[in-house]
């Protein structure tokens, strides 16, 4: 089995070969699944990550929670520490360019705690069918979901990221689902109540 550093540039390899028009049109099938998960119609607060890249967009799914009357957090990275925080986002334009090339809330926002979220969009590298995520390698992700109480963690990835098995340390948190532009896939770790 290659090891997380291999499969990690294989997998952003691949992503990146995706032309933008099907990236798109992808990220479109990922948004709709999303949005008609019954997690999703309760949920009033939902942090989610701001793509970028070729990864499942996101733009259209923060724009309709927003317009929904949704509380959207997104996360703003730390390089000092490692760490995410979250912050309440009103609009799309109040991004700017952050750490990594990321659009993050400006500086000033104030940070909200992750447990207040009802559901976590995830960004994902590589997923497999036990739940496990490759990120980019920095434990961002999984250093925040250690915190997210009671949220559901919802991956948000293609189809063509799926590997057989991925290689999990224990620094790794598992999802709670993972979300393509074909399926959803329940690990059953958590229910939303």
């Known amino acids: 089995m290659m090891d ?19 990236a798109e049109a992808l990220s479109e099938g990922v948004r709709r699944n999303v949005e008609a998960l019954p997690e999703y119609s309760r949920a009033r607060v939902i942090a989610s990550y701001v793509a970028k890249d070729r990864e499942a967009g996101t733009r259209r799914l923060i724009e309709g929670a927003l317009a929904g009357r949704k509380t959207v957090l997104v996360p703003k990275s730390h390089k000092e520490t490692a760490d ?3 912050h309440a986002l009103s609009s799309l334009s109040e991004l700017r360019t952050g750490e990594f090339g990321v659009l993050e809330p400006p500086e000033g926002s104030e940070a909200v ?3 207040r979220a009802d559901l976590v969009l995830v960004p994902v590298v590589a997923w497999d069918y036990g739940g496990g995520r490759l990120g ?11 915190k997210k109480g009671k949220a559901v963690s919802v991956g948000l990835a293609f189809e063509s990221q799926r590997r057989d098995a991925l290689p999990q340390g224990p620094m790794d948190v598992q999802l709670d689902m993972i979300v393509t532009e074909e399926r959803v896939i329940r690990f059953g770790r958590t229910s939303f109540a």
Do not use: N
Request: no cysteine; aromatic share 12%; charged share 35%.
């Open 4 to 22: 997380k550093r291999q499969i990690r540039a294989e997998a952003i390899r691949q992503r990146q070969g995706i032309p933008a028009d099907k």
């Open 84 to 86: 995410l925080t979250f």
């Open 113 to 115: 705690a992750l447990d």
């Open 136 to 146: 980019y390698g920095k434990g961002y992700f999984d250093r925040g979901l250690k």
